[in-house]
């Protein structure tokens, strides 16, 4: 089929299948805090200039955010003792960075607006900027999401998270809770054309008994790049695609000649169910940014709590 024909068929999918979770709008701050938008893209901007990494980290702390217990900005919150320990103390948050930054652009918000943003609705803004800021699409995203008041603990994490070396089934059940679609699956996991990979995070892939049939070129690469020892020093990582910092469907094109990183990477070009979305996404830049960007807006969107839910946290990793 012409892939004009497919885009126009995903967008007119995609734009049908998607309401917005109640309480949300897209106007939600034009009284309370209309520069709300531009103090997060400036201040993220200007963050990302010191450290080119921080829009990957946004973008991974925000999916580990709505994973578990919903977008709720409660990854954000520090534990507050040895014994009460909040979500990121699960291993599943390994390599998890940036949180401090939501906390300086929360700081610029409140100066001008006290009170009314929410964490999760700055994290949710602060990961659309980092995908534009990278070359990607600018996502339209309803707002009005509410801080959790109660924090999650380690084990919600462990239990929610998907581990390193998921397979495509449960992948697949993971996003569909979300109501996503196939190709929308397929779409997000688009988001790891930026960032690295820790050499911790393929220690079983590579070392443990078979996970899943790895490119014999490739797990050379691999092992070289993380011999066994290696896995302890947070600096030992790769690229998750080799134009690292750049949002755009390199990923898709990586996984196809068998260079995918991680197992579901490597697995979704050779399933039947996914591969052809693969493909079209591999081919067509603008198919995979349309995709990605109601897959994103159904992710953001998870488990929110709204009106009268919740709080308004002045400081995102403190309760009071
Ligand atoms: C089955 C689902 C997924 C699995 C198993 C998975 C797993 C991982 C792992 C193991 C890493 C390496 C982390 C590290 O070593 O520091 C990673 C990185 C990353 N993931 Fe995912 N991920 C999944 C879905 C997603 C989704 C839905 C998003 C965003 C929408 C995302 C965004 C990222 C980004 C941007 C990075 C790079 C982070 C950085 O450089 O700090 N991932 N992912």
């Not at 995203?141 to 089934?169: K, W």
């Not at 996970?211 to 030992?236: A, R, W």
Request: hydrophobic share 40%.
């Amino acid at each position: 089929m012409d892939l004009k024909i497919v885009a126009v068929l995903f967008s007119l999918i995609f734009r049908s299948t998607f309401a917005y979770a109640g309480g949300l709008s897209l106007n939600f701050y034009e009284q309370s805090c209309p520069q709300v938008e531009y103090i997060v893209r400036t201040s993220l901007r200007s963050i990302s200039l010191t450290d080119p990494t921080t829009p990957a980290a946004i973008l991974r702390l925000l999916f580990h955010d709505c994973q578990v217990q919903g977008c709720d900005a409660s990854i954000l919150l520090d534990p507050e003792s040895d014994i009460f320990q909040t979500e990121m103390a699960s291993g599943k948050n390994l390599g998890i960075r940036k949180r401090e930054t939501i906390n300086t652009i929360k700081t610029a918000v409140e100066a001008l607006c006290p009170q009314q943003v929410s964490c999760a609705d700055i994290l949710v803004l602060a990961a659309r900027e980092a995908i534009a800021m990278s070359g990607g699409p600018m996502i339209v995203v309803p707002l009005g999401r509410r801080d959790s008041s109660s924090p999650s603990n380690f084990r919600q994490a462990d239990a929610s998270l998907p581990g390193p070396n998921i397979g495509l089934d449960a992948t697949l059940q993971l996003f569909a809770k979300k109501g996503m679609t196939v190709a929308e699956s397929v779409a997000i996991l688009g988001a790891h054309t930026l960032g690295v990979t820790h050499c911790f995070n393929l220690e079983s892939r590579l070392y443990k008994p078979e996970v899943d049939k790895i490119d014999p070129q490739f797990e050379i690469f691999l092992k070289m790049s993380c011999p066994l020892g290696s896995f302890t020093p947070n600096s030992s990582f790769i690229v998750n695609d080799p134009t690292t910092l750049s949002f755009d469907n390199q990923y898709f094109v990586n996984s196809i000649n068998g260079l995918g990183v991680l197992r579901i990477d490597a697995e979704m070009p050779l399933d039947p169910r996914t591969a052809p979305f693969i493909q079209t996404f591999a081919d067509d830049q603008e198919v995979f940014f349309e995709a990605f960007s109601s897959a994103f807006a159904k992710l953001s969107s998870s488990n929110v709590l709204t009106g009268n839910q919740g709080v308004i946290r002045t400081y995102c990793n403190r309760l009071y």
